[in-house]
């Protein structure tokens, strides 16, 4: 997920989703938020009464140079040459997924490409939303615990041999606090090579680890296990799946492709895992939302949403509801996660500074106080 995460909450070019004015195409590579505007600039061209081939050839004028301008210049060429949209697509797999193929499809059958794109930039636009408040949330703890770490490591860089040297001059012995700092921070500037090392490594290790289909599987599972972050996490994939399912339900496509797909860019491979192995017993015969009334993770409120939906016929819109009730949710975490974490950080971070500082002046207050 994280790793998804990243790719969704890559900065874009700047632009205006809704503009007509592209610009696009100016770095070295083409990120996910520069195809959701671009999503979005076709979608606009074609509600206007543009033809395909006429708005890709006005969206390719726009481009003057880069990887955008060559893939739209190569996409309005293929147009004019007779193929369709969804063929030209998909000759460019990195940046046009499964889905966003699947739907184009579906759009041209029906006739309602323009529709269809307007879905696409919808939920690509809520997904990196969705994504940017996660990866607010997540910012200000970093920054803060970063600037903790900076300031201790100056301390016990610069500060604490100073003292030392001081308090082999006194001759006597220090209390024991201030023994356990001078040894910490003598263990660190002896070993720190080995400490950054054995850092590096473990992180690569673990990163390794994740990447392997097991380790992915199982650290999705612990993490949607961790206190408050855990359920930011799971409402996080549960907001994508029922947005995706929602989108591709409204779509035409039916029920058992479009939550299998919707499963798979959850962000989460242990809910995945859960929506396929109910999907399975669907097919033979079985409600989905009996079939997960008993998975774990799964909120009862998109259990329930589930089945009015197949009892009406409209799961789609139930779906979307869905969707808007945990992006909703997620916000509100967001704020919470935010006004909690920060005055914590400031309490941790002064709490620990202090202790150092405390732990190096103590010798000096036993002088002032018991004499030498």
Aim: charged share 20%.
């Amino acid at each position: 997920m994280l790793q998804q995460l990243e790719e969704i909450t890559e900065d874009g070019a700047g632009a205006s989703a809704g503009g007509l004015s592209l610009r696009l195409g100016r770095g070295k590579k083409i990120k996910p938020r520069d195809i959701t505007i671009l999503t979005r600039q076709w979608a606009t061209l074609l509600e206007a009464g543009f033809p395909l081939a006429r708005a890709l050839e006005f969206v390719s004028r726009q481009n003057s140079a880069g990887p955008m301008a060559e893939m739209v210049a190569d996409l309005s060429a293929s147009i004019q040459q007779g193929r369709d949209f969804s063929q030209a697509l998909a000759d460019y797999p990195q940046y046009f997924g499964n889905i966003f193929l699947s739907m184009v499809r579906a759009g041209e059958t029906g006739g309602i490409l323009g529709a269809m794109l307007v879905r696409l930039a919808e939920m690509r636009e809520a997904d990196e939303a969705l994504a940017d408040r996660f990866k607010s949330a997540m910012t200000y703890p970093a920054l803060m615990m970063g600037a903790m770490v900076i300031a201790l490591g100056v301390m016990f860089a610069y500060v604490v041999p100073q003292f030392a040297t001081m308090f082999e001059d006194m001759g006597r012995a220090l209390p024991g606090p201030t023994q356990i700092l001078l040894n910490v921070g003598d263990f660190a500037s002896t070993w720190w090579p080995a400490v950054v090392v054995g850092v590096v490594v473990a992180g690569a290790s673990f990163r390794a680890w994740t990447k392997t289909t097991a380790g992915a599987f199982q650290w999705d599972r612990t993490r949607l296990e961790i206190p408050v972050l855990g359920n930011f996490m799971a409402q996080f994939a549960i907001a994508r799946l029922a947005r995706t399912a929602g989108t591709l339900l409204e779509s035409g496509v039916n029920l058992i492709d479009a939550f299998a797909s919707a499963g798979d860019v959850s962000g989460n491979r242990y809910i995945s895992h859960i929506i396929q192995r109910a999907l399975a017993e669907v097919r033979h015969g079985k409600p989905l939302a009996t079939a997960l009334a008993d998975a774990p993770v799964i909120p009862v409120l998109l259990r329930e949403m589930i089945a009015l939906g197949e009892e009406s016929g409209q799961v789609g819109p139930m779906m979307k509801r869905v969707a808007e009730v945990y992006d909703r949710q997620t916000r509100e975490t967001v704020s919470g996660i935010t006004s909690i974490i920060e005055p914590f950080m400031v309490l941790f971070m002064g709490v620990v500074v202090g202790m150092v500082v405390i732990a190096l002046l103590l010798p000096i207050f036993e002088m002032s106080t018991g004499g030498v």
